[in-house]
């Protein structure tokens, strides 16, 4: 949703399809800025935020929003700030004084993380309509979204474009392009159960056209078939067990909850998810694991998420203080997912942890703003482009750990 993973990595991949970082989910090293690069004072993070500036920021307004902080009118506006003209967002922009042209690589993941937060704070509707109708025109047709307009589509980045468009009010399975909507999507990706991988998604068909299970892309799919986003509730319908669902015609929740077996299989293993970075063989991935937290705790199975909740209250911290906010971020939609305390994660304060990456927070929930924070500090260009970020772009959500989506067993669905 995720992605998704759905922003705390950066790692470069010389083949198509062999990333190696990710945007929504596990982040073990974060690029150090450059010396001569003075970072804007609304950012969130100290890192280079060339690659994932726009997503950092959104997952960390995101989640204080969802733990009750008001964040810094000048962290809202950096964000507002950087979106072009046409509505879409690229991963960072160094001058947003410059218009956005041709050779402005805007990408679907920046776009929807950005519509998922400004959407929660509320009172940005312009930005975010602009953004969704950007995200509506660059859809493919089969109904997904790859991380680039005119990429193929890939689980994570139709994972986090559904959770764009439930932060806006709008039902996934009626944002439709020749008939097909994003649930086709994440149906087309996901494995039928038995064989190895059984139940998973898969980021993209391989060369050959095989579905190759991938957790990360895994987690996305789970929360995003629920028609969530990075901030997802709890399953109206806790349960134990998960089962891989064999049916005829399979469909979204089917799909979705077949993910959460998956994941919960894999779990079983090691109360965490295994890094799948090159020269990482059997590291945990900190991200991916607090990712598949929150589609198992979507999808209801509460019970399967505590212990992997429990590895993460007790290990995570070195990771989180090394990779920034988004890390911070992914923890606290794990903890809220779960009913768990993020003030209290493993005697860590998660929400202070994550407010001091960036600009003070303005206050704590229910403070009215000042007719100055309520201004929109918007900067209006347009752009568009693949290019190599396209390259890079996948690399950032194919599955090495994204870092942010489901079954017939929850009665009552989110379309």
């Known amino acids: 949703m995720s992605v998704r993973r759905t922003a705390a990595v950066l790692a470069a991949t010389a083949v198509l399809g062999a990333v190696i970082a990710p945007a929504a989910s596990a982040a073990d090293s974060s690029p150090s800025p450059s010396p001569s690069v003075a970072l804007?004072?609304?950012?969130?993070?100290?890192?280079d935020p060339t690659y994932d500036g726009v997503w950092r920021q959104s997952l960390a307004l995101l989640a204080q929003h969802t733990v009750g902080v008001r964040p810094a009118a000048k962290a809202v506006y950096w964000l507002t700030g950087q979106q072009c003209a046409n509505?879409?967002?690229?991963?960072?922009?160094?001058?947003?004084?410059?218009?956005?042209?041709?050779k402005t690589q805007v990408d679907t993941n920046s776009t929807a993380a950005a519509v998922q937060a400004l959407g929660a704070l509320g009172g940005h509707d312009d930005a975010t309509g602009r953004a969704v109708t950007w995200l509506k025109s660059v859809q493919n047709k089969d109904g997904g979204w790859g991380y680039m307009a005119g990429g193929p589509s890939d689980t994570n980045s139709t994972s986090v474009v559904i959770g764009a468009l439930k932060a806006v009010g709008k039902k996934p399975a009626s944002v439709t392009k020749d008939g097909k909507s994003p649930y086709d999507t994440l149906v087309k990706l996901s494995k039928v159960c038995g064989g190895e991988g059984g139940g998973a998604f898969a980021y993209q068909p391989d060369k050959t056209g095989k579905?190759?299970?991938?957790?990360?892309?895994?987690?996305?799919?789970?929360?995003?078939?629920?028609?969530?986003?990075?901030?997802?509730?709890a399953g109206l319908e806790p349960y134990d067990l998960?089962?891989?669902?064999?049916?005829?015609?399979?469909?979204?929740?089917?799909?979705?909850?077949?993910?959460?077996?998956?994941?919960?299989?894999?779990?079983?293993?090691?109360?965490?998810?295994?890094?799948?970075?090159?020269?990482?063989?059997?590291q945990p991935d900190y991200g991916n694991t607090a990712d598949a937290v929150v589609a198992l705790s979507a999808d209801g199975a509460t019970k399967l998420a505590k212990e992997p909740l429990a590895w993460l209250e007790k290990n995570s911290a070195d990771w989180a203080a090394k990779s920034g906010p988004a890390a911070y971020a992914q923890l606290i939609f794990a903890a809220h997912a779960t009913g768990t305390d993020p003030r209290d994660f493993g005697g860590k304060d998660l929400v202070a942890q994550l407010n001091a990456t960036g600009p003070a927070p303005a206050?704590?929930?229910?403070?009215?703003?000042?007719?100055?924070?309520?201004?929109?500090?918007?900067?209006?260009?347009?752009?568009?482009?693949?290019?190599?970020?396209?390259?890079?772009?996948?690399?950032?959500?194919?599955?090495?750990g994204i870092g942010f989506l489901i079954s017939g067993r929850n009665k009552k669905r989110q379309l």
């Open 40 to 47: 804007p004072s609304g950012l969130f993070g100290s890192a």
């Open 87 to 102: 509505g879409a967002y690229a991963a960072y922009r160094a001058d947003v004084t410059a218009a956005c042209d041709a």
């Open 211 to 233: 579905l190759v299970a991938n957790a990360d892309a895994t987690a996305a799919g789970v929360v995003a078939s629920l028609g969530q986003g990075f901030v997802a509730e």
């Open 242 to 282: 998960t089962q891989c669902v064999i049916a005829e015609t399979p469909n979204r929740t089917d799909a979705g909850s077949n993910g959460a077996d998956y994941l919960a299989r894999s779990l079983a293993k090691t109360p965490y998810l295994k890094s799948a970075l090159p020269g990482a063989k059997d």
């Open 363 to 400: 206050a704590a929930a229910g403070a009215s703003a000042s007719p100055s924070e309520k201004k929109n500090d918007e900067k209006k260009d347009d752009g568009n482009g693949l290019g190599v970020w396209w390259i890079i772009g996948v690399g950032l959500v194919a599955g090495i």
